[in-house]
């Protein structure tokens, strides 16, 4: 039996339980920002040597929406990480948290291209 891509591991019925306890677990919401209604990511915050993603340890499992799944992924400089950190936690008014949600968004589309990636 040959190994499976990391994709086909994501689709398998194993991951796929493993994924929904996870949710479960941070009641189907975003432990960034706390976003429940868009789309949700399992994010591996560690993974551990010798073992495939599935295999991983839930605890090292985070439910994270797909926008601050992508912060944590490509967005690199401290800047950048401190005007996202500044647009979750702030109080800066709905015109202006758009703007800078546009803005990471547009960040994480140039280097998902730059490395492949889909969008």
């Not at 941070?26 to 209604?37: I, K, M």
């Not at 040597?49 to 605890?59: L, V």
């Not at 690199?76 to 709905?94: A, N, P, V």
Request: aromatic share 10%; with cysteine; charged share 30%.
């Amino acid at each position: 039996m040959s190994k499976k891509t990391y994709s086909e591991l994501l689709t398998s019925p194993k991951w796929q339980k493993k994924r929904l306890l996870v949710l479960n677990r941070d009641n189907f919401t975003c432990q960034y920002c706390g976003d429940g209604e868009t789309e949700l990511h399992i994010h591996h915050t560690k993974y551990e040597k010798g073992k495939n993603a599935i295999e991983i340890s839930e605890q090292y499992l985070l439910t994270l929406c797909r926008i601050c799944h992508y912060n944590v992924t490509f967005l690199t400089s401290d800047i950048e990480c401190f005007l996202y950190y500044k647009y979750i936690h702030s109080e800066i008014d709905q015109k202006e948290k758009i703007k800078v949600r546009n803005w990471v968004e547009e960040i994480i589309k140039t280097r998902m291209i730059k490395n492949g990636k889909n969008i």
